[in-house]
Protein backbone atom coordinates (compact mmCIF):
# COMPACT_ATOMS: atom_id res chain seq x y z
CA UNK A 1 0.00 0.00 0.00
CA UNK A 2 1.59 3.45 -0.99
CA UNK A 3 2.22 5.99 2.13
CA UNK A 4 0.34 9.39 2.00
CA UNK A 5 2.55 12.10 0.85
CA UNK A 6 1.67 14.17 3.74
CA UNK A 7 1.28 12.14 7.56
CA UNK A 8 -0.83 14.46 9.97
CA UNK A 9 0.46 13.90 13.70
CA UNK A 10 -2.14 11.47 15.80
CA UNK A 11 -4.73 13.64 17.69
CA UNK A 12 -4.26 13.30 21.41
CA UNK A 13 -6.45 14.09 24.42
CA UNK A 14 -3.88 17.22 24.74
CA UNK A 15 -4.07 18.44 21.65
CA UNK A 16 -7.84 18.58 22.13
CA UNK A 17 -7.74 20.35 25.33
CA UNK A 18 -4.75 22.67 23.96
CA UNK A 19 -6.94 23.75 21.19
CA UNK A 20 -10.36 24.57 23.61
CA UNK A 21 -8.10 26.55 25.87
CA UNK A 22 -6.98 28.50 23.22
CA UNK A 23 -10.78 28.96 21.50
CA UNK A 24 -11.94 29.91 24.79
CA UNK A 25 -9.21 32.28 25.06
CA UNK A 26 -9.48 34.16 22.00
CA UNK A 27 -12.94 34.39 22.77
CA UNK A 28 -12.68 35.96 26.07
CA UNK A 29 -10.08 38.55 24.99
CA UNK A 30 -12.53 39.45 22.01
CA UNK A 31 -14.76 39.95 24.61
CA UNK A 32 -12.71 41.93 27.02
CA UNK A 33 -11.70 43.97 24.01
CA UNK A 34 -15.16 44.71 23.06
CA UNK A 35 -15.74 46.11 26.64
CA UNK A 36 -12.44 48.12 26.20
CA UNK A 37 -13.86 49.59 23.26
CA UNK A 38 -17.56 50.67 24.59
CA UNK A 39 -15.99 51.85 28.02
CA UNK A 40 -13.81 54.42 25.39
CA UNK A 41 -16.11 55.05 23.97
CA UNK A 42 -18.78 56.09 26.54
CA UNK A 43 -15.74 57.95 28.16
CA UNK A 44 -15.19 59.94 24.87
CA UNK A 45 -19.06 60.52 25.25
CA UNK A 46 -19.26 61.76 28.53
CA UNK A 47 -16.10 63.69 28.19
CA UNK A 48 -17.47 65.20 25.06
CA UNK A 49 -20.81 66.13 27.25
CA UNK A 50 -18.46 67.64 29.82
CA UNK A 51 -17.51 70.39 27.18
CA UNK A 52 -20.36 71.05 25.59
CA UNK A 53 -21.67 71.68 29.22
CA UNK A 54 -19.08 73.73 30.07
CA UNK A 55 -19.71 75.82 26.86
CA UNK A 56 -23.69 75.94 27.95
CA UNK A 57 -22.26 77.03 31.47
CA UNK A 58 -20.51 79.88 29.96
CA UNK A 59 -22.88 81.45 27.43
CA UNK A 60 -25.26 81.45 30.27
CA UNK A 61 -23.00 83.67 32.20
CA UNK A 62 -22.35 81.09 34.68
CA UNK A 63 -19.52 81.97 37.42
CA UNK A 64 -16.43 80.28 37.67
CA UNK A 65 -17.51 79.30 41.29
CA UNK A 66 -20.99 78.60 40.57
CA UNK A 67 -19.55 76.44 37.45
CA UNK A 68 -17.36 74.25 40.20
CA UNK A 69 -20.27 74.33 42.08
CA UNK A 70 -22.23 72.76 40.04
CA UNK A 71 -19.60 70.57 38.48
CA UNK A 72 -19.21 69.04 41.94
CA UNK A 73 -23.23 68.66 42.26
CA UNK A 74 -23.32 66.71 39.03
CA UNK A 75 -20.31 64.57 39.72
CA UNK A 76 -21.83 63.34 42.66
CA UNK A 77 -25.22 62.77 41.44
CA UNK A 78 -25.00 62.00 37.59
CA UNK A 79 -21.27 61.58 36.67
CA UNK A 80 -22.72 59.70 33.66
CA UNK A 81 -25.62 62.26 32.29
CA UNK A 82 -23.79 65.72 32.86
CA UNK A 83 -25.50 66.94 29.47
CA UNK A 84 -28.94 66.55 30.28
CA UNK A 85 -28.52 67.35 33.88
CA UNK A 86 -28.18 70.85 33.11
CA UNK A 87 -30.25 71.14 30.13
CA UNK A 88 -33.41 68.97 30.88
CA UNK A 89 -35.57 70.43 33.84
CA UNK A 90 -36.78 66.86 35.53
CA UNK A 91 -32.90 65.44 35.53
CA UNK A 92 -31.55 68.33 36.98
CA UNK A 93 -34.58 68.47 39.38
CA UNK A 94 -33.66 64.80 40.21
CA UNK A 95 -29.69 65.89 41.07
CA UNK A 96 -30.68 68.72 43.25
CA UNK A 97 -33.67 66.84 45.11
CA UNK A 98 -30.99 64.34 46.38
CA UNK A 99 -28.66 66.95 47.52
CA UNK A 100 -31.69 68.52 49.34
CA UNK A 101 -32.55 65.32 50.77
CA UNK A 102 -28.62 64.51 52.11
CA UNK A 103 -27.63 67.92 53.23
CA UNK A 104 -30.97 67.75 55.28
CA UNK A 105 -30.72 63.53 56.77
CA UNK A 106 -27.10 65.12 57.70
CA UNK A 107 -28.63 67.63 60.24
CA UNK A 108 -26.50 70.60 57.87
CA UNK A 109 -29.14 73.58 58.16
CA UNK A 110 -26.44 76.21 57.10
CA UNK A 111 -25.15 74.32 54.11
CA UNK A 112 -28.85 72.92 53.58
CA UNK A 113 -30.00 77.03 53.30
CA UNK A 114 -26.86 78.26 51.64
CA UNK A 115 -27.40 75.35 49.10
CA UNK A 116 -31.05 76.16 48.27
CA UNK A 117 -30.07 79.78 47.46
CA UNK A 118 -26.93 79.17 45.38
CA UNK A 119 -28.29 76.19 43.49
CA UNK A 120 -31.89 78.59 43.22
CA UNK A 121 -29.53 81.55 41.48
CA UNK A 122 -28.25 78.68 38.95
CA UNK A 123 -30.89 77.07 38.41
CA UNK A 124 -32.20 80.53 36.87
CA UNK A 125 -28.76 81.03 34.61
CA UNK A 126 -29.67 78.12 33.06
CA UNK A 127 -33.19 78.87 32.40
CA UNK A 128 -34.70 75.73 34.22
CA UNK A 129 -36.82 77.83 36.40
CA UNK A 130 -39.59 77.91 33.63
CA UNK A 131 -42.17 75.52 33.41
CA UNK A 132 -43.80 75.74 29.72
CA UNK A 133 -47.56 76.83 30.05
CA UNK A 134 -49.92 74.29 30.41
CA UNK A 135 -47.18 71.30 31.31
CA UNK A 136 -47.34 69.33 34.79
CA UNK A 137 -45.17 70.26 37.76
CA UNK A 138 -43.27 67.82 39.62
CA UNK A 139 -42.58 69.43 42.68
CA UNK A 140 -43.19 72.71 44.76
CA UNK A 141 -39.59 73.86 43.51
CA UNK A 142 -41.68 74.32 39.99
CA UNK A 143 -44.35 76.66 42.14
CA UNK A 144 -43.83 80.18 40.37
CA UNK A 145 -43.66 83.94 42.39
CA UNK A 146 -47.31 84.82 42.60
CA UNK A 147 -48.63 81.86 42.79
CA UNK A 148 -51.88 81.51 45.12
CA UNK A 149 -52.25 78.04 47.01
CA UNK A 150 -54.69 77.69 49.81
CA UNK A 151 -53.88 75.95 52.79
CA UNK A 152 -55.05 74.94 56.14
CA UNK A 153 -53.89 72.61 58.62
CA UNK A 154 -53.59 69.36 57.83
CA UNK A 155 -55.78 67.73 61.18
CA UNK A 156 -58.22 69.96 60.65
CA UNK A 157 -61.71 68.93 60.09
CA UNK A 158 -62.94 70.48 58.48
CA UNK A 159 -60.59 72.42 56.83
CA UNK A 160 -60.69 76.77 57.63
CA UNK A 161 -59.20 77.34 54.02
CA UNK A 162 -57.23 80.53 53.85
CA UNK A 163 -54.95 81.81 50.92
CA UNK A 164 -51.83 82.56 50.69
CA UNK A 165 -49.31 83.99 47.64
CA UNK A 166 -45.45 82.35 46.94
CA UNK A 167 -43.24 85.68 47.38
CA UNK A 168 -40.38 83.43 46.76
CA UNK A 169 -38.90 80.40 46.29
CA UNK A 170 -35.28 78.57 46.30
CA UNK A 171 -33.84 74.71 46.70
CA UNK A 172 -34.58 74.57 50.32
CA UNK A 173 -37.88 76.43 50.41
CA UNK A 174 -41.24 78.38 49.69
CA UNK A 175 -42.12 81.46 51.12
CA UNK A 176 -45.30 82.54 51.30
CA UNK A 177 -47.38 85.84 52.24
CA UNK A 178 -51.37 85.50 53.45
CA UNK A 179 -53.52 87.66 50.94
CA UNK A 180 -57.05 88.62 51.69
CA UNK A 181 -57.02 87.41 55.10
CA UNK A 182 -60.79 88.67 56.86
CA UNK A 183 -60.04 91.59 58.78
CA UNK A 184 -56.16 91.52 58.85
CA UNK A 185 -56.11 88.35 60.86
CA UNK A 186 -53.42 86.17 60.10
CA UNK A 187 -53.88 82.71 60.30
CA UNK A 188 -51.94 80.65 63.05
CA UNK A 189 -49.47 78.28 61.57
CA UNK A 190 -46.87 77.66 64.23
CA UNK A 191 -43.24 76.14 62.97
CA UNK A 192 -43.49 72.32 62.41
CA UNK A 193 -47.30 72.26 61.82
CA UNK A 194 -48.19 69.84 58.90
CA UNK A 195 -50.89 71.75 56.23
CA UNK A 196 -52.85 70.20 53.72
CA UNK A 197 -52.31 72.73 50.28
CA UNK A 198 -54.56 72.84 47.21
CA UNK A 199 -53.95 74.94 43.95
CA UNK A 200 -54.90 75.67 40.60
CA UNK A 201 -51.67 75.34 38.18
CA UNK A 202 -52.53 77.74 35.13
CA UNK A 203 -53.81 76.02 31.63
CA UNK A 204 -52.79 72.58 33.14
CA UNK A 205 -54.66 71.47 36.65
CA UNK A 206 -55.39 71.59 40.24
CA UNK A 207 -53.08 69.99 42.73
CA UNK A 208 -52.89 69.17 46.47
CA UNK A 209 -49.89 68.23 48.68
CA UNK A 210 -48.90 68.09 52.27
CA UNK A 211 -45.81 69.79 53.47
CA UNK A 212 -44.58 71.41 57.08
CA UNK A 213 -44.31 74.98 57.88
CA UNK A 214 -40.31 75.39 58.73
CA UNK A 215 -40.15 79.21 59.66
CA UNK A 216 -42.76 82.01 60.42
CA UNK A 217 -41.89 86.03 60.36
CA UNK A 218 -44.63 88.10 61.70
CA UNK A 219 -43.59 91.37 59.91
CA UNK A 220 -44.57 91.15 57.79
CA UNK A 221 -46.41 87.58 57.96
CA UNK A 222 -44.76 84.92 56.10
CA UNK A 223 -44.48 81.62 56.17
CA UNK A 224 -41.46 79.17 54.98
CA UNK A 225 -42.52 75.50 53.56
CA UNK A 226 -40.77 72.64 52.95
CA UNK A 227 -40.62 71.69 49.63
CA UNK A 228 -42.47 68.45 48.09
CA UNK A 229 -42.44 66.21 45.34
CA UNK A 230 -45.61 64.48 46.08
CA UNK A 231 -48.28 66.17 44.28
CA UNK A 232 -51.23 65.14 43.58
CA UNK A 233 -52.51 66.11 39.89
CA UNK A 234 -56.00 66.24 39.87
CA UNK A 235 -58.77 67.90 38.10
CA UNK A 236 -61.21 70.26 39.92
CA UNK A 237 -64.90 68.50 38.79
CA UNK A 238 -66.15 72.68 38.62
CA UNK A 239 -63.32 72.78 35.09
CA UNK A 240 -64.31 69.79 33.17
CA UNK A 241 -61.12 71.05 31.52
CA UNK A 242 -58.51 69.15 29.93
CA UNK A 243 -54.69 70.17 28.72
CA UNK A 244 -55.54 69.32 24.94
CA UNK A 245 -52.42 69.90 22.47
CA UNK A 246 -53.18 70.33 18.82
CA UNK A 247 -51.47 72.85 16.31
CA UNK A 248 -54.15 74.06 13.96
CA UNK A 249 -54.57 76.94 11.54
CA UNK A 250 -57.01 79.06 12.99
CA UNK A 251 -59.47 81.54 11.08
CA UNK A 252 -60.00 85.02 11.96
CA UNK A 253 -63.35 86.57 11.29
CA UNK A 254 -64.45 89.90 11.26
CA UNK A 255 -67.08 90.29 14.45
CA UNK A 256 -70.38 92.30 13.60
CA UNK A 257 -70.28 95.49 14.79
CA UNK A 258 -73.47 95.03 16.61
CA UNK A 259 -72.48 92.37 18.72
CA UNK A 260 -75.53 90.00 16.77
CA UNK A 261 -73.55 86.73 16.41
CA UNK A 262 -76.33 84.63 15.03
CA UNK A 263 -74.40 85.17 11.29
CA UNK A 264 -71.05 84.13 12.52
CA UNK A 265 -71.14 80.82 10.64
CA UNK A 266 -71.85 82.56 7.33
CA UNK A 267 -69.04 84.89 7.46
CA UNK A 268 -65.74 84.24 5.64
CA UNK A 269 -62.52 83.76 7.05
CA UNK A 270 -60.19 86.88 6.35
CA UNK A 271 -56.94 85.43 7.53
CA UNK A 272 -55.66 82.23 8.84
CA UNK A 273 -52.78 81.85 12.03
CA UNK A 274 -51.13 79.29 13.01
CA UNK A 275 -51.46 78.52 16.88
CA UNK A 276 -51.09 75.76 19.51
CA UNK A 277 -54.04 74.78 21.37
CA UNK A 278 -53.76 73.99 24.96
CA UNK A 279 -56.62 73.88 27.15
CA UNK A 280 -60.39 72.41 26.11
CA UNK A 281 -63.74 72.25 27.69
CA UNK A 282 -66.80 72.26 26.26
CA UNK A 283 -67.40 75.66 27.07
CA UNK A 284 -64.29 77.47 25.54
CA UNK A 285 -60.58 76.76 24.53
CA UNK A 286 -57.17 78.51 25.24
CA UNK A 287 -54.44 78.81 22.66
CA UNK A 288 -51.25 80.21 22.44
CA UNK A 289 -50.44 82.15 19.46
CA UNK A 290 -46.83 83.69 17.80
CA UNK A 291 -48.41 86.98 16.83
CA UNK A 292 -51.05 89.03 18.83
CA UNK A 293 -54.90 88.39 17.97
CA UNK A 294 -57.23 91.21 18.42
CA UNK A 295 -60.17 91.11 20.99
CA UNK A 296 -62.67 92.44 18.56
CA UNK A 297 -62.57 89.21 16.02
CA UNK A 298 -64.03 85.96 16.25
CA UNK A 299 -61.59 82.48 15.70
CA UNK A 300 -62.82 79.38 13.84
CA UNK A 301 -60.52 76.35 14.82
CA UNK A 302 -60.76 73.27 14.07
CA UNK A 303 -60.66 70.88 16.73
CA UNK A 304 -59.50 67.09 16.56
CA UNK A 305 -60.94 65.07 19.33
CA UNK A 306 -59.74 61.62 18.46
CA UNK A 307 -60.74 58.53 16.94
CA UNK A 308 -60.96 61.16 13.80
CA UNK A 309 -63.63 63.54 15.55
CA UNK A 310 -63.34 66.74 13.91
CA UNK A 311 -64.88 69.66 14.04
CA UNK A 312 -64.88 73.48 13.60
CA UNK A 313 -66.04 76.02 15.76
CA UNK A 314 -66.48 79.37 16.77
CA UNK A 315 -65.10 81.25 19.55
CA UNK A 316 -65.37 84.58 21.08
CA UNK A 317 -61.96 86.05 22.47
CA UNK A 318 -62.43 86.68 26.58
CA UNK A 319 -58.85 88.12 27.26
CA UNK A 320 -55.45 88.08 25.27
CA UNK A 321 -52.21 87.66 27.34
CA UNK A 322 -49.39 88.61 26.73
CA UNK A 323 -46.18 85.81 26.97
CA UNK A 324 -42.39 85.51 26.78
CA UNK A 325 -40.72 85.28 23.63
CA UNK A 326 -42.95 87.23 21.66
CA UNK A 327 -46.04 84.91 22.13
CA UNK A 328 -49.76 85.38 23.15
CA UNK A 329 -52.39 83.53 25.50
CA UNK A 330 -55.96 84.08 23.70
CA UNK A 331 -58.57 82.77 25.95
CA UNK A 332 -62.08 81.87 24.20
CA UNK A 333 -65.48 80.72 24.81
CA UNK A 334 -67.60 79.02 22.05
CA UNK A 335 -69.85 80.99 20.34
CA UNK A 336 -73.31 79.57 18.13
CA UNK A 337 -72.19 75.86 19.18
CA UNK A 338 -74.78 72.79 17.89
CA UNK A 339 -75.76 70.61 20.74
CA UNK A 340 -74.15 67.45 19.55
CA UNK A 341 -71.04 69.12 18.79
CA UNK A 342 -70.68 70.02 22.08
CA UNK A 343 -71.87 66.73 23.03
CA UNK A 344 -69.13 65.90 20.92
CA UNK A 345 -66.58 68.01 23.01
CA UNK A 346 -68.32 66.80 26.16
CA UNK A 347 -67.75 63.65 25.76
CA UNK A 348 -64.45 63.68 24.80
CA UNK A 349 -63.26 65.84 28.01
CA UNK A 350 -64.99 63.50 30.15
CA UNK A 351 -63.56 60.66 29.03
CA UNK A 352 -60.25 62.42 29.25
CA UNK A 353 -61.08 63.26 32.41
CA UNK A 354 -61.99 59.68 34.15
CA UNK A 355 -58.18 58.75 35.24
CA UNK A 356 -57.75 62.12 37.48
CA UNK A 357 -61.36 62.26 38.94
CA UNK A 358 -60.31 59.36 41.05
CA UNK A 359 -57.35 61.03 43.01
CA UNK A 360 -59.21 64.40 43.91
CA UNK A 361 -60.15 63.82 47.35
CA UNK A 362 -56.53 61.53 48.01
CA UNK A 363 -54.01 63.42 49.93
CA UNK A 364 -50.34 62.75 49.33
CA UNK A 365 -48.19 61.26 51.60
CA UNK A 366 -45.59 63.99 52.63
CA UNK A 367 -42.03 63.07 51.86
CA UNK A 368 -40.11 62.47 55.23
Known amino acids: ?4 LIELPSTTRAHLILVAIVFVALFVAAILLDVWRRRAARKRQIEGEWRMAKEIADSKALSKDDWRFLRALVL ?3 PSDPLR ?3 VRQHFDQCVEVEMKALKAAGRAEAFDKAGVRLRAIRGRLGLDYVPLGQPIHSTRELSVGQHVWVAPLTQEPPDWFRVGVEAIDEAHFHAAPRGVKDGATPQLSVGAEVRC ?25 WA ?6 LDRVQARAYYRIHHEQTAMIGVVNAPLDDNLSDVSQRPVITRLRGQIISLSAGGIAVV ?29 VVATPLSAGRYLV ?29 E ?6 AQ
Open 1 to 4: MPQP
Open 76 to 78: KHA
Open 85 to 87: TIT
Open 198 to 222: RMWHEEDARYVFATRVVHYESAPPM
Open 225 to 230: FEHTSH
Open 289 to 317: SGQPIPKQVILRVPLELGQGTCSTVDAKI
Open 331 to 359: RAVFINMEDDVREDIAHYVVQRQQPLLGA
Open 361 to 366: NRWPER
